[in-house]
T-cell receptor
Framework: NAGVTQTPKFQVLKTGQSMTLQCAQDMNHNSMYWYRQDPGMGLRLIYYSASEGTTDKGEVPNGYNVSRLNKREFSLRLESAAPSQTSVYFC??????????FGQGTRLTVV | AQSVTQLGSHVSVSEGALVLLRCNYSSSVPPYLFWYVQYPNQGLQLLLKYTSAATLVKGINGFEAEFKKSETSFHLTKPSAHMSDAAEYFCAVSESSNTGKLIFGQGTTLQVKP
């Protein structure tokens, strides 16, 4: 039982490059989330998808786009990476009233 | 707007000593409250959650937390620290049963000394 799987685990980008972070869950959860974790700031919600076909902005959506490809997959795209987007990114999923399950994270460095 | 404040970014205890990690929240509606633990280079794992049932909540690994509405607090405790408890701990709040949409505190790193 894999749970929430994120790829890649590590990535280094140059300023201005684009990339997509992938997330897949195998728990048949309706909702999926993208968070970023920065030192001293906890985790902050970037985007979420309450169900297949819907997406909504979270607290820090600027510079990101998302796609809920199907019920299992929720991707996060950086169109033009900036050093301020250096962070650890976590994907999570849940079914209403159950706990959120988190992936192992993607450590992104933008130079 | 909801917010969560964790008092103390670093807490150090001796093995066998009481662990107390503090969390205060603000919410305009009855909150759902959570404690998560993060071990180095890993994702977050749920320790326990409060969802308006019993105010004293027991979680995994011997941790528990008490919801005190009058103090808007949800402090995490463990009677006796173990070396394996060393990790970062996050308190989080949600206004709805959509429990993945969370507001997190800044995190507290717990160090356990032998």
């Amino acid at each position: 039982n894999a749970g929430v799987t994120q790829t890649p685990k590590f990535q280094v980008l140059k300023t201005g490059q684009s990339m997509t972070l992938q997330c897949a869950q195998d728990m048949n959860h309706n909702s999926m989330y993208w968070y970023r974790q920065d030192p001293g700031m906890g985790l902050r919600l970037i985007y979420y998808s309450a169900s297949e076909g819907t997406t909504d902005k979270g607290e820090v959506p600027n510079g990101y786009n998302v796609s809920r490809l199907n019920k299992r997959e929720f991707s996060l795209r950086l169109e033009s990476a900036a050093p301020s987007q250096t962070s650890v990114y976590f994907c999570a999923s849940d079914m209403t009233t159950t706990e959120a399950f988190f992936g192992q994270g993607t450590r992104l460095t933008v130079v | 707007a909801q917010s969560v404040t964790q008092l103390g970014s670093h807490v150090s205890v001796s093995e066998g000593a009481l662990v107390l990690l503090r969390c205060n929240y603000s919410s305009s509606v009855p909150p759902y409250l959570f404690w998560y633990v993060q071990y180095p280079n890993q994702g977050l794992q749920l320790l326990l959650k409060y969802t308006s049932a019993a105010t004293l909540v027991k979680g995994i690994n011997g941790f528990e937390a008490e919801f005190k509405k009058s103090e808007t607090s949800f402090h995490l405790t463990k009677p006796s620290a173990h070396m394996s408890d060393a990790a970062e701990y996050f308190c989080a709040v949600s206004e709805s049963s959509n429990t993945g949409k969370l507001i997190f505190g800044q995190g507290t790193t717990l160090q356990v000394k032998p």
